[in-house]
């Protein structure tokens, strides 16, 4: 009777961790490189796997720039990680990537108070799940070329302030807007090094030049948007890397794993149930997802795999479109041409 069921719960709960641990799959930890005198720059710093990487830059001496959304949200994780870690060079900065004129701000006042910058992460996410406040009424400008007219706040329908698709402003055309205003400032401090966390859904994305930036059509639109940004990444990071070759800045994609941060927060209750057991199966914490990233970020003698893509802190070939050298250069020029930037680079067009 008793003994049998015990027996049967026993083998049930051995087998589920091994399942577990199979499935999961997350690289070892390694040992911690020694990054004092560098600074690191982590975007969607104040949780998920954005803390974790803050977190373990910290512990291995760095200056750590948290840019995230949610000031009391920042403030806490950049106090957090400094009682954690003992290195008082952890600091909240305030960026909305659905905000050009908050990522513009944001570069400006970091370029204006930190004299250097070694490590760009550029982690943050659109999830979707998480209710963002209305932003402030845009000021009037004059409107930049190729930049669409501004309109406040990001409406129901998930579109951003600048009048572009909530998940690919997040994920790409902010990320892409402040990569190329601290450009300069990463090639003063070369070697340096951007990591841009991308995500295998991207062998599900699509890009079109003339729909750039809009919600995909269809009942999978939020869905679709994701993948696209996600491409998107991968293919930043292969023309970035073409355009500073030379340069000792050097960039990488990576895929994460599929990782339990905040994805379930809003499930309705009675679904959580059956979702908690998938969830501690099949996905990765916060921590072990960091992992890539902070591989990319300070393992020696990556810099020859420059553009490349990496998952489980290995390099990996991403899907055919992802290796589209013609699709990264369209992507590129469009995406110049959406954030008001001119041809050559850091400078905002006129």
């Known amino acids: 009777g008793m003994g049998w069921a015990l027996l049967g719960a026993g083998l049930l709960l051995a087998l589920y961790t091994l399942l577990r641990h199979g499935l999961r799959r997350a690289p070892p930890p390694r040992a911690r490189p020694a990054l004092r005198g560098r600074t690191a720059i982590v975007t969607g710093g104040s949780g998920g796997i954005g803390a974790a990487t803050a977190l373990e830059l910290a512990r291995c001496g760095a200056r750590v720039v948290l840019a995230a959304r949610s000031a009391p949200r920042g403030e806490a994780a950049a106090r957090r990680i400094r009682t954690e870690t003992g290195n ?69 329908g998930g579109t951003t302030e600048d009048g572009f698709s909530l998940s690919f402003q997040v994920n790409h055309l902010g990320h892409f807007l402040l990569t190329q205003l601290l450009l300069e400032r990463l090639q003063s401090c070369a070697p340096s090094r951007v990591v841009i966390v991308a995500s295998r859904a991207h062998c599900a994305g699509r890009l079109r030049p003339d729909t750039l930036g809009h919600p995909p059509p269809g009942p999978l639109s939020a869905f679709q948007d994701y993948c696209d940004s996600k491409l998107a990444n991968v293919l930043h990071a292969r023309e970035l890397a073409t355009r500073l070759e030379g340069t000792q800045v050097t960039c990488y994609a990576v895929h994460p794993g599929f990782v339990n941060t905040e994805l379930f927060r809003h499930t309705p209750l009675w679904l959580k149930p059956l979702f908690l057991p998938l969830v501690w199966l099949f996905f990765r914490d916060a921590a072990e997802g960091a992992r890539t990233p902070l591989h ?48 050559s680079g850091g400078s905002p067009s006129p």
């Open 296 to 343: 990319c970020a300070t393992q020696e003698g990556l810099e020859r795999f420059s553009g490349r893509y990496f998952a489980d802190c290995r390099l990996q070939e991403p899907w055919p479109p992802a290796r589209d050298d013609r699709l990264a250069r369209m992507l590129w020029e469009a995406s110049e041409r959406l954030v008001g930037l001119g041809g």
């Open 88 to 156: 008082a060079e952890v600091r909240f900065m305030q960026l909305d990537l659905a905000s050009l004129r908050s990522v513009r701000a944001f570069a400006s006042a970091f370029l204006r108070q930190e004299p250097h910058l070694h490590l760009l992460i550029n982690n943050a996410g659109e999830r979707r799940d998480s209710p963002r406040p209305p932003s402030p009424p845009a000021p009037p400008r004059a409107p930049t070329v190729g930049y669409s007219v501004s309109f406040a706040g990001v409406s129901a």
